[in-house]
T-cell receptor, first 113, second 116 residues
Framework: DQQVKQNSPSLSVQEGRISILNCDYT??????FLWYKKYPAEGPTFLIS?????DKNEDGRFTVFLNKSAKHLSLHIVPSQPGDSAVYFC????????????FGQGTELSVKP | GAVVSQHPSWVICKSGTSVKIECRSL??????MFWYRQFPKQSLMLMAT?????????EQGVEKDKFLINHASLTLSTLTVTSAHPEDSSFYIC????????????FGPGTRLLVL
């Protein structure tokens, strides 16, 4: 039972263009969502998060959008840079779960010069 | 930002031996730490929640007698893989959650375990 899904295993984008990574969830108890960037053999690095009371959060080149009715969130990176190439994981947590994170499968982003 | 360390960063062991992995929060206290496992090209799967001063809470399908977790202090949790087998070879990652803050979870750099 995959509660958090990233249906695109990979995404290729040209440098300077927008990267859009998508994530869907099924558990309506999730009230906090996070995006992490991960390189092979390293731990995830926090990028940006959003609370369920908001529908948008922006931090520099990164913007996360949340559509609660559709149980869908997306991460926009603009402009994309070659250094953004990595695997991106979305994660969700519920307030009554003590901070436990449920991760999606990840999307490997490749930004080509 | 907050720092979480793991030791060792990689370990190779023979089948049947036990391996201990440490997770430390270096500049904050963490009542709760989490242990994840990641197989190649797969998601991070939560194994267990480590609670300081009490027993760990294991996710469904994770053998508590095989993966022993001890959260002895507010800055240290250990995961011991007992009687390791080749199928236990994986990337183990811990994370630490500062006091009651749902929004913040910091990850360690991970430990690569290879069981021969």
């Amino acid at each position: 039972d995959q509660q958090v899904k990233q249906n695109s295993p990979s995404l290729s984008v040209q440098e300077g263009r927008i990267s859009i990574l998508n994530c869907d969830y099924t558990n309506s108890m999730f009230d906090y969502f996070l995006w992490y960037k991960k390189y092979p053999a390293e731990g995830p690095t926090f990028l940006i998060s959003i609370s369920s009371i908001k529908d948008k959060n922006e931090d520099g080149r990164f913007t996360v959008f949340l559509n609660k009715s559709a149980k869908h969130l997306s991460l926009h990176i603009v402009p994309s840079q070659p250094g953004d190439s990595a695997v991106y994981f979305c994660a969700a947590s519920a307030n009554n779960q003590g901070g436990k994170l449920i991760f999606g499968q990840g999307t490997e982003l490749s930004v080509k010069p | 930002g907050a720092v979480v360390s793991q030791h060792p960063s990689w370990v190779i062991c023979k089948s049947g031996t036990s391996v201990k992995i440490e997770c430390r929060s270096l500049d904050f206290q963490a009542t709760t730490m989490f242990w994840y496992r990641q197989f190649p090209k797969q998601s991070l799967m939560l194994m267990a929640t480590s609670n300081e001063g009490s027993k760990a809470t294991y996710e469904q399908g994770v053998e508590k007698d095989k993966f022993l977790i001890n959260h002895a202090s507010l800055t240290l949790s250990t995961l011991t893989v007992t009687s390791a087998h080749p199928e236990d070879s994986s990337f183990y990652i811990c994370s630490a959650n500062p006091w009651g803050v749902q929004e913040t979870q910091y990850f360690g750099p991970g430990t690569r375990l290879l069981v021969l």
